[in-house]
């Protein structure tokens, strides 16, 4: 199983970044799927999630309006479309997908300089 995040970079504030993560060894479409992040010297915290079936996101109240999820099942891939940045998002964004056991991405990073 690998979960592969590639995306990440350096945008001044304002900006937009699109994060992708691409999935292989377990069945993509029947996945549910997130995207978490980790700020320096903080906890990982969830930041938005799209179900296997239905196509329903959720996200957190701090990227709401800013940041889109979405999903390609013939690509095997998860998107977060992240606009209008601020530096409280500089953080490692990881992907996760969960099929009854749970897997990790090994992170990009995304830095908005203040």
């Known amino acids: 199983v690998q979960l592969v995040e590639s995306g990440g970079g350096l945008v001044q504030p304002g900006g937009s970044l699109r994060l992708s993560c691409t999935a292989s060894?377990?069945?993509?479409?029947?996945?549910?799927l997130s995207w978490h992040r980790r700020a320096p010297g903080k906890a990982r915290e969830f930041v938005a999630s799209?179900?296997?079936?239905?196509?329903?996101?959720n996200y957190a109240d701090s990227v709401k309006g800013r940041f889109t999820i979405s999903r390609d099942n013939a690509k095997n891939t998860v998107f977060l479309q992240m606009n209008n940045l601020k530096p409280e998002d500089t953080a490692v964004y990881y992907c996760w997908a969960n099929v009854g056991v749970a897997y990790w991405g090994q992170g990009t990073q995304v830095t908005v300089p203040s």
């Open positions: 799209v179900r296997s079936t239905g196509g329903i996101t």
């Open positions: 060894g377990f069945t993509f479409s029947s996945a549910a």
